[in-house]
């Protein structure tokens, strides 16, 4: 690593970004191994995300959950006809349609077309993955999850549809997701970063800690010539 970090000048790099991991995934002595390591090669930290991962544990998704309405709230689904999907063949443009109308109106761009999302399921088709929830055959919620390991699964994408809010469908979406991930034995669900640029996103850090999420840290760091 010293000896890349020497030569990266002469190429005309002016910076070396590094994005590391959720603390959530390491242990107290691996942030401690990472942090001094990139301290002694003259790293500083750029920007510190606020990440929410849920422990999977014996708990059900219901057990965990903090706020009394949303529990009130995740009994009622299936009485109201909304169905959790994990659909093994999904239409992509269909989905991905699906999940840009859902972040254009939280003014969040897509990160990626319809075209690299696509070959980012075939290319990677045991660790991307599609659950959905429907209602009336209508799909209203939908999660695009990435396989990291053997022990934590990442929402990459996480979208609803706007005449179903009130019913709050990724709470159910969610619920479906974290029984799966119990029964593929993960040991994290991870729902993202709630934060932008290092600036808290204080209604979305709050759904995902009444979901009984646990907040850590993603640290960016730099290194400038």
């Known amino acids: 690593m010293k000896k890349i970090v020497l030569l990266l000048p002469s190429l005309g790099v002016e910076r070396l970004l590094v994005n590391s ?76 349609a699906f999940i840009a109308r859902s972040r254009m109106r939280k003014n969040r761009p897509m990160t990626m077309d319809c075209e690299q999302l696509t070959q980012h399921f075939k290319k990677f088709s045991r660790n991307f993955q599609l659950f959905s929830v429907t209602h009336s055959n209508e799909m209203v919620a939908a999660a ?39 029964l593929e034995k993960f040991k994290i669900l991870d729902l993202g970063i709630a934060s932008e640029k290092g600036i808290l996103n204080e209604g979305l850090a709050r759904f995902k800690q009444n979901l009984g999420a646990i907040k850590s840290k993603k640290k960016t760091y730099v290194l400038r010539f």
């Open 21 to 96: 991991y959720p603390e959530g995934y390491l242990t107290e002595h691996q942030i401690d191994i990472l942090e001094k390591c990139l301290f002694n090669l003259h790293f500083e930290v750029k920007i510190t995300e606020q990440n929410y991962e849920i422990p999977i544990t014996n708990k059900s998704f219901y057990e965990n959950i903090l706020n009394t309405t949303t529990r009130q709230l995740l009994r009622t689904y299936v009485k109201k006809g909304y169905v959790f999907n994990q659909q093994s063949n999904p239409n992509i443009g269909v989905v991905h």
């Open 144 to 182: 695009v999850t990435i396989k990291i390991n053997a022990y934590i699964l990442y929402t990459f994408y996480l979208a609803d549809a706007e005449n179903h809010l009130k019913n709050s469908p990724t709470t159910f979406l969610l619920s479906g997701i974290y029984e799966y991930s119990k």
